[in-house]
């Protein structure tokens, strides 16, 4: 059995990071083992929250995975609280990694233009310089912005700025790229998937939902890295996280829960198991 290793804060109210990475990963066929870098009461989404950083005693898991001999087929990180935990977590990366282990970095730190409160410009300069660890990186189009030192366009864009942004992703030498959240028009949305080794980017659109929910980018990624890891292609695996997060958003507004619960994944998930 492949064996992921998903680093990222986990809440336990609130459906994001390690809440839907390990039910994901798992239900895909894939050993999922993680390492928390906070531990939250509810999602930083909630009014109110407490928060547990977790830093300090990472270096004790990771020293106890050592003399037990543990390996990972991949690693993937999600949300990361600081710039110490991104300087830490590349060290841990470059212990486990070997040749065939691959590498997934989902930057997330910012959206619609803006960074999330806890994150900033030095942040950006850094995550920019960790995602040079990474075999594939997931960002949404403000997170490219910041990661390439490009204007957010706040009044829309085309597909000449798109291409241009992917154009300047690829400086960054990762083997994959997607690029999550573009849309042209009113009606679609949709991925761009850069592969590396065929020189190629393909799209995948889908239907436009306009609404925002917690966690839709998290389950988007460990739907692409566990496919990944399972051989299958890059558009494939883009293809199957999409349309999963769009079916989880639609039973999540007929169920009628709250935005910033995050979106109704669960009872998807039998549909998910049967398409592999």
Known sequence: ????????????????SLGVALPIISSIGIEA??????????HTGFDNFTFLDLTDEMDKIVDVWEKENISFDGIYTGFL??????????????????????ILIDPCMADNGKFYSCFDESFAKAMKNFCKNADIITPNITEACFL???????????????????????????????????SYDEKSCGVLSYDKKENETKSYFHELIDARFSGTGDIFASIVFSKIILGDSLYSATKIAADFVVDSINSTLKDKTPNHYGVDFEENLPNLIKKL
């Open 148 to 182: 390439t030192n490009t204007q957010y366009p706040k009044n829309g864009y085309d597909d000449k700025f798109i291409d241009e942004l992917m154009d300047k992703l690829k400086e960054l030498k990762t083997k994959f790229i997607v690029l999550k959240g573009v």
């Open 81 to 102: 609280g600081n710039i110490k935990q991104l300087t830490k977590i590349e060290g841990i990366i470059n212990k486990f990694k070997n040749n065939d282990e691959l």
């Open 1 to 16: 059995m492949k064996r992921i290793l998903t680093i990222q804060d986990i809440s336990c109210v609130g459906k994001c």
């Open 33 to 42: 083992c993680i390492l928390p870098t906070a531990l939250l009461s509810t």
